[in-house]
T-cell receptor, first 116, second 112 residues
Framework: GAVVSQHPSWVICKSGTSVKIECRSLDFQATTMFWYRQFPKQSLMLMATSNEGSKATYEQGVEKDKFLINHASLTLSTLTVTSAHPEDSSFYIC????????????FGPGTRLTVT | AQSVAQPEDQVNVAEGNPLTVKCTYSVSGNPYLFWYVQYPNRGLQFLLKYITGDNLVKGSYGFEAEFNKSQTSFHLKKPSALVSDSALYFCAVRQMASKIIFGSGTRLSIRP
């Protein structure tokens, strides 16, 4: 149990376009989901915390108008990269906390975004 | 503020030998500590966690970690390394009601 999926697994888009990444908890309800960004050979940097039915909380330095997060249900959160630029190219990973679980986060397989 | 450090960018071990991946942390209260493993182009897989109780924590794939409060360390260990253990390992720490912080990662390479 506790499986998190992401779609797509990889995407290539042109500069100036927007791309949406989905994060789904497949077999549990997730009140809270997290979005991370990982650059090559680097650690995960938390971008934002997404709570179902409310606005996401963004980390310092993350543009909320550029990285739109929607957590409309207990099993789905989406990250939309708007007006993408080549510097947005990265590996985006989501994680989910099972409702009532204090400690563990379950991670998705990640989405590789390449902006050309 | 909480932080976690992984002092080694890479650890190289021969197959069959014991391995240790180091992690130290800094928190103002009781820490919750985690180890995750990441394979290329994949998300993180949970290995083990320390919340409370026994200082020696056993996890997935034969890994274990020892919580040492006096040294503020949580080193990951395995008695006998496998080539398939080669991956990127992340230590992480959080305090109650705060976000999880990841270390910089250690690349573990097991040679046959």
């Amino acid at each position: 149990g506790a499986v998190v999926s992401q779609h797509p697994s990889w995407v290539i888009c042109k500069s100036g376009t927007s791309v949406k990444i989905e994060c789904r908890s497949l077999d549990f309800q997730a009140t809270t989901m997290f979005w991370y960004r990982q650059f090559p050979k680097q650690s995960l940097m938390l971008m934002a915390t997404s709570n179902e039915g409310s606005k996401a909380t963004y980390e310092q330095g993350v543009e909320k108008d550029k990285f739109l997060i929607n957590h409309a249900s207990l099993t789905l959160s989406t990250l939309t990269v708007t007006s993408a630029h080549p510097e947005d190219s990265s590996f985006y990973i989501c994680s989910a906390k099972r409702t009532g679980d204090l400690h563990e986060q379950y991670f998705g397989p990640g989405t590789r975004l390449t902006v050309t | 503020a909480q932080s976690v450090a992984q002092p080694e960018d890479q650890v190289n071990v021969a197959e069959g030998n014991p391995l240790t991946v180091k992690c130290t942390y800094s928190v103002s209260g009781n820490p919750y500590l985690f180890w995750y493993v990441q394979y290329p182009n994949r998300g993180l897989q949970f290995l083990l966690k320390y919340i409370t109780g026994d200082n020696l924590v056993k996890g997935s794939y034969g890994f274990e970690a020892e919580f040492n409060k006096s040294q503020t360390s949580f080193h990951l260990k395995k008695p006998s390394a496998l080539v398939s253990d080669s991956a990127l390992y992340f230590c992480a720490v959080r305090q109650m009601a705060s976000k999880i912080i990841f270390g910089s990662g250690t690349r573990l390479s097991i040679r046959p």
